[in-house]
């Protein structure tokens, strides 16, 4: 069986870090994709899809992204069940993203282009200030992805 999920999508806000009890950086952040199929009535569909990205991935994406930047995420499809609060089962599902890529140039992301880490296998982009939320999620550190 496999499960792998490649999105192509703008951001539809800033993405959110957050970090685990045990400090590890988890990002969140929804795409917009367009899908290539009309609707009923000629118009434009587009998907939003909530993404989890985590370790270092996450710390990148704080740095670099922002909403209207397009980007690129590779990973396996998730999905949870819950009840909402009037009682209604619900199935959500998200991407858990093994890898994300600038699928833009950095002039068009942030302007003028400054050079980043070579390490962090990227080209080129502007940084941005890097705003982060200390607050701890629930998250068991099994449950994250190696």
Not at 68 to 90: A, C, F, H
Not at 127 to 144: A, F, G, W
């Amino acid at each position: 069986m496999l499960n792998v999920i490649t999105l192509v999508g703008r951001l539809t806000r800033d993405p959110e870090l957050r970090r685990t009890n045990s400090g590890t950086s988890v990002g969140a952040f929804t795409i917009a994709c367009d899908d290539g199929r009309k609707g009923p009535n000629g118009e434009k569909q587009t998907l939003f899809m909530d993404c989890t990205v985590f370790g270092p991935q996450a710390d990148t994406l704080m740095k670099f992204w922002r909403k209207g930047n397009l980007i690129g995420v590779y990973g396996r499809l998730v999905s949870r069940k819950y009840t909402n609060s009037q009682g209604v089962n619900v199935t959500a599902y998200s991407v858990n993203c093994d890898r994300i890529e600038f699928v833009e140039s950095a002039a068009k992301m942030n302007g003028a282009a400054t050079e980043m880490p070579v390490d962090q296998g990227f080209s080129q982009v502007n940084p941005v200030s890097e705003k982060q939320n200390l607050d701890s999620i629930d998250v068991v550190d099994d449950d994250l992805p190696v």
